[in-house]
């Protein structure tokens, strides 16, 4: 397991470019944090992420985006869960999770939770697993590009969605 620690009006970003298990721990007033992660299983690889956002005091904030792809037999799990702590009050926390699956046997499964404990938060998720676009394919070919070029256009432009937010 990977731990992070976000102290004080620490305000930090974390990129998962890896399977694993995460968890992050909002312990100062002030702490902000934004997980990112843009992944892709391919072949038969089995890729599991599972995060955990615990925040313990008030005033944090943290926004967790992540995006996979499976492709060929792959497998995808995506499991996020935000705690927030009885004294964590004005606390701000969101999580997305989306699959897309490029292959008819490539399998996902996207399960975000929120623990709450107190009652001044605003904290939502959110999940999505799907497929490519059969009108975006139509379109991208309507353009005279291949199946296969379309696809990978959409794939990129599906993980560039988080990727563009990674600061360098």
């Known amino acids: 397991m990977t731990k992070y620690t976000i102290r004080k009006d620490e305000e930090r970003q974390i990129v998962i470019n890896r399977p694993g298990e995460y968890a992050i721990e909002l312990v100062g ?10 992944l892709v299983a391919t072949g038969s690889e089995r890729l599991v992420v599972d995060i955990t956002s615990l ?6 904030s943290c926004d967790i985006f992540i995006r996979a792809v499976a492709t060929d037999r792959s497998q995808v799990f995506l499991s996020g869960m935000i705690k927030i702590g009885r004294g964590a009050q004005q606390t701000n926390a969101f999580l997305r999770e989306n699959v897309l699956l490029v292959s008819p ?3 996902a499964e996207a399960l975000p939770r929120l623990e709450i404990e107190a009652d001044d938060v605003h904290a939502s998720h959110a999940a999505t697993v799907g497929k490519i676009d059969e009108e975006q394919i139509f379109y991208l070919r ?3 590009f291949s199946r296969t ?11 560039n969605a988080v990727r563009e937010r990674i600061k360098h």
């Open 29 to 38: 007033e002030g702490a902000r944090v934004e997980i990112l992660g843009a």
């Open 55 to 60: 925040h313990r005091v008030p005033h944090t």
């Open 105 to 107: 046997w490539a399998r």
């Open 142 to 144: 309507s353009r005279g």
């Open 149 to 159: 070029v379309a696809s990978k256009m959409i794939v990129d432009g599906f993980l």
